[in-house]
C-alpha cells in the first residue's frame, strides 16, 4: 500500500471518527429524548461522517479549485437530501413509538389495547404482548364481575332463606313460652325440621366456599360406583316412596373410579334428591353408570316434565332455581345443589350436563377412569 493510500485512509478515518464521536456525545445528552431524535442523530452522523470524511481528504489531496468545490458541492447536495430522508424515517418512527405510548396509556387507564400495526419487530412484539394482557385482564374482569353478581345474588337468596324459617321459629318458640300453642308436639316437630333445613344449607355454604376457595381437600381412593350409588337409592327410598316416585337404577359392574367416595355420594345424592323432588306422583327416577374404557358415565333421569330450554344453561349457578321453585311454601331448596355437583365433578377432572328427555330430563355426569 502506497504512503499516500495510507494518508488517505488515516484522513478520512480521522474525520469520520470525530463526526462520529460527536455525535456519540449528541446521542447521549439526548438519550432521555424521543426515540425520534435519536434516529435523526443517527441518519445525520452517518451522512455527515461520510461527507466530512470525503471532503477532508480532497482538501488534503490538492485538488485544483474547481475539483474541490464540485466534491464539496456533491457532498453538500447528496448530505442535505440524504439527511432529510433520515429525518423524515426518524420521524416515522418517532411517530409509532408514540402512537404506542398512546395505546398503552390508554390500556393503563382502563382501556383497551390497540396498538399500531406497522410497527418495527420489536415495537410489534411489545405490542403484541400488550394485546394479549388487555384480553386476558378483560377476561379476568368479567370472570371477577360474573363471580361477583352471583356472590351479591347468593347473599340476598340466602339471607332470604334464613330469615323465612328464622323468622317461624322464633314464633313457634314465642307461642311455646307463653303456652299457647295449640299442638306444641307439633310445633316442635315443626321447629326441628325447619333447623334441619337450615343446618342443611349453611353445610352446603361451606361446602360451596370451600370448592370455590380451592382448599376442598379429596382423598382420593378406587371408588366402586356401584357401592355409592346403592348407598344413595338405599337413603333415598324412603323419600321417594312418600312421594310414591319410583326410584331405581342399574350399574355396570366394571364401574370403578378414582376420587372421593363422599364427595361422590353427594353428587348422586344431589341429583337423585333434585330428581325426586321434581317428579310427579307415580312416575321413575333412574340412575344408570356405564363404563367405557377412558370414562364412567353416570346419569339421572325424571319425569319432571322438562326443564325450560333458557333454564338448562343457568341449573348449574350458585342460588339459581326456576321461577316456580321460588313459590312461597313450595319444597323448595337454596339452589345451592346443582352448583356443588359441577365443583365436586370438576374436582374430580370430570364433567356435568343436563339435556331434556321424553317427558323428563337427564344429568349426566362423566368421570375419568
Ligand atoms: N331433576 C330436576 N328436574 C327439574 N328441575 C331441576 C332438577 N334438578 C334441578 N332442577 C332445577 O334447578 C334448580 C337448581 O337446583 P339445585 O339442586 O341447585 O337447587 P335446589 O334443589 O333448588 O336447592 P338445594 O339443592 O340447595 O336444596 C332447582 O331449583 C330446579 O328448578
Ligand atoms: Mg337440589
Not at 17 to 37: D, E, F, K, M, N
Not at 54 to 70: I, K, N, P, Q
Not at 353 to 364: E, P, Q, T, Y
Request: glycine share 10%.
Amino acid at each position: 500500500m502506497s504512503s499516500a493510500t495510507v494518508a488517505v485512509i488515516a484522513i478520512a478515518a480521522g474525520w469520520s471518527v470525530t463526526v462520529g464521536l460527536v455525535g456519540a456525545l449528541v446521542a447521549w445528552l439526548l438519550r432521555r429524548r424521543s426515540v425520534r431524535w435519536l434516529a435523526a442523530v443517527l441518519g445525520v452522523v452517518a451522512v455527515t461522517g461520510v461527507a466530512a470524511g470525503v471532503v477532508g481528504t480532497a482538501r488534503a489531496m490538492f485538488l485544483s479549485d474547481h475539483d474541490l468545490t464540485v466534491v464539496i458541492t456533491v457532498c453538500a447536495v447528496s448530505g442535505l437530501v440524504s439527511v432529510g430522508f433520515a429525518l423524515w424515517l426518524a420521524g416515522r418512527l418517532g411517530g409509532t413509538t408514540r402512537r404506542l405510548r398512546d395505546a398503552a396509556i390508554r390500556f393503563g387507564d382502563g382501556g383497551e389495547f390497540v396498538g399500531p400495526d406497522d410497527a418495527p419487530r420489536e415495537l410489534a412484539d411489545i405490542s403484541r404482548e400488550l394485546t394479549r394482557s388487555s384480553v386476558r385482564l378483560r377476561e379476568a374482569a368479567e370472570r371477577e364481575r360474573r363471580l361477583e353478581e352471583s356472590r351479591r345474588q347468593l347473599v340476598a337468596w340466602v339471607s332470604h332463606d334464613l330469615r323465612t324459617p328464622l323468622a317461624g321459629i322464633r314464633a313457634m318458640a314465642e307461642a311455646l313460652e307463653d303456652g299457647i300453642a295449640v299442638d306444641p308436639q307439633r310445633y316442635r316437630a315443626q321447629m326441628r325440621t325447619e333447623i334441619d333445613r337450615m343446618v342443611t344449607m349453611v353445610d352446603d355454604l361451606f361446602e360451596l366456599s370451600r370448592i370455590h376457595a380451592g382448599t376442598l381437600q379429596l382423598s382420593m381412593e378406587t371408588v366402586l360406583l356401584g357401592d355409592v350409588v346403592s348407598d344413595v337409592i338405599a337413603g333415598a327410598d324412603p323419600i321417594a316412596r312418600a312421594k310414591q316416585v319410583h326410584l331405581g337404577g342399574h350399574v355396570d359392574p366394571r364401574s370403578l373410579v378414582r376420587g372421593d367416595a363422599g364427595a361422590l355420594a353427594r353428587v348422586v345424592s344431589n341429583l337423585v334428591m333434585n330428581a325426586i323432588r321434581h317428579t310427579p306422583a307415580d312416575g321413575a327416577v333412574v340412575v344408570e353408570a356405564t363404563a367405557a374404557e377412558r370414562e364412567i358415565t353416570l346419569s339421572v333421569t325424571d319425569a319432571c316434565g322438562g326443564i325450560a330450554e333458557d333454564d338448562l344453561a343457568r341449573v348449574f349457578d350458585v342460588a339459581w332455581r326456576s321461577g316456580s321453585a321460588r313459590t312461597p311454601g313450595a319444597d323448595v331448596g337454596a339452589g345451592l345443589g346443582l352448583a356443588i355437583v359441577k365443583g365436586l365433578v370438576e374436582a374430580h377432572h370430570g364433567t356435568v350436563s343436563v339435556h331434556n328427555r321424553d317427558a323428563g330430563c337427564r344429568f349426566v355426569v362423566t368421570l375419568p377412569v
